[in-house]
T-cell receptor, first 115, second 109 residues
Framework: DAGITQSPRYKITETGRQVTLMCHQT?????MFWYRQDLGHGLRLIYY???????DKGEVPDGYVVSRSKTENFPLTLESATRSQTSVYFC??????????????FGAGTRLSVL | DAKTTQPNSMESNEEEPVHLPCNHS???????IHWYRQLPSQGPEYVIH???SNVNNRMASLAIAEDRKSSTLILHRATLRDAAVYYC??????????FGQGTRLTINP
């Protein structure tokens, strides 16, 4: 199906393990984003990417790694998961060319629990 | 500070208009105002955006003050499906949305 999809939807892992969250979009959008949302709070930007092979830090990048070798994919890796990284993670994309191209489209989210 | 100021919660009745206020007193001349909403257990979804003029779309209207220090999202006839957290966001430069706490809107039947 067209759109933006995240996988897995739910993940339970243990402290110290590496975890990769996947994000795939079919619109060929230039920009992609990763946010985290902690219980009862708004979203905070982790990393974003303006194009393939171009990434930049957001508000809370520590403990996370991203890559973007293809326009349509933007995986987020927790190299050594900690309990504080228990959260709901949202991926988003936008065309980024101004006006209505700045609208961000969000995935359904990945609920990650680190035990 | 890039964040905006919104009431934590508001309540309205079904089929009545809802006016959601937002304060962005430090906004610069080129910052767009975006509104997103987040329904329970879902990702945020775009509602509307504007720069200086009032804007209308099928979901809502956006009224922006002349000095641009505040704006109001208007849902003309609220339904139960409009119950959500509404975020007012300044879009600055490089596409970054800075989410605040938002307003939790409750719609009473």
């Amino acid at each position: 199906d067209a759109g933006i999809t995240q996988s897995p939807r739910y993940k339970i892992t243990e402290t110290g393990r590496q975890v990769t969250l996947m994000c795939h979009q079919t619109w060929s959008h230039s920009y992609m984003f990763w946010y985290r949302q902690d219980l009862g709070h708004g979203l905070r930007l982790i990393y974003y990417s303006a194009a393939a092979d171009i990434t930049d830090k957001g508000e809370v990048p520590d403990g996370y790694v991203v890559s973007r070798s293809k326009t349509e994919n933007f995986p987020l890796t927790l190299e050594s998961a900690t309990r504080s990284q228990t959260s709901v993670y949202f991926c988003a994309s936008s065309g980024g060319a101004g006006g209505y191209q700045n609208i961000q489209y969000f995935g359904a989210g990945t609920r990650l629990s680190v035990l | 500070d890039a964040k905006t100021t919104q009431p934590n919660s508001m309540e309205s009745n079904e089929e009545e208009p809802v006016h959601l206020p937002c304060n962005h007193s430090t906004i610069s001349g080129t910052d767009y105002i975006h509104w997103y909403r987040q329904l329970p257990s879902q990702g945020p979804e775009y509602v509307i955006h504007g720069l200086t003029s009032n804007v209308n779309n099928r979901m809502a209207s956006l009224a922006i003050a002349e000095d641009r220090k505040s704006s109001t999202l208007i849902l003309h006839r609220a339904t139960l499906r409009d119950a959500a957290v509404y975020y007012c966001i300044r879009l600055q430069g490089a596409q970054k949305l800075v989410f605040g706490q938002g307003t939790r809107l409750t719609i009473n039947p």
